[in-house]
């Protein structure tokens, strides 16, 4: 089984963008501990991080036929992209959302997801930690549908 991990806007300053909001792990860090929680899961897992929303839908659609899932912050893009949402759905590609803070505790603007109805789950306000959670919870989702 192998995952995709995609990263929005910004999330490549992790670790030193914010550290009161977002904590201190780079996202280096998120993904060595993913690679360990594939590891024992048994699964492969691929990074992507992109700035621009056309990017980041061109890794979306790349899912198609490559990977069994994805685990994505779509960082500012979650809150205004029609394109991303669009493209999972063209894809079918189950996805989980996850998010570093409490998006619903933040501005109003920030409140509200375009992704999370096509989320099989969404994980926010756990720090780094939700990546892991998430990881975990979408090959719990596929081992079952399977």
Do not use: W
């Not at 991990?5 to 999330?11: A, D, E, F, K, R």
């Not at 949402?85 to 079918?92: E, G, I, L, M």
């Not at 789950?121 to 399977?146: D, M, P």
């Amino acid at each position: 089984m192998r995952i995709a991990v995609l990263n929005g806007p910004n999330l490549n300053l992790l670790g030193t963008r914010e550290p009161a909001v977002y904590g201190h792990d780079t996202l280096q860090d998120i993904e060595r501990r993913l690679r360990g929680v594939a590891a024992e899961l048994g699964i492969e897992v691929e990074f992507a991080q992109r700035n621009g929303e056309g990017d980041l839908v061109d890794c979306v659609q790349a899912l198609r036929g490559h990977a069994q899932g994805a685990v994505i912050n779509a960082g500012a893009y979650s809150h205004s992209s029609l394109a991303l949402r669009d493209a999972f759905a063209s894809v079918s590609v189950p996805y989980v959302e996850v998010h570093v803070s409490n998006i619903f505790a933040r501005e109003p603007e920030r409140r509200h997801s375009m992704l999370a109805g096509g989320a099989v789950g969404i994980i926010c306000g756990l720090g780094s930690a939700g990546y892991e959670f998430a990881l975990r919870g979408l090959v719990t989702h596929l081992t079952a549908r399977a």
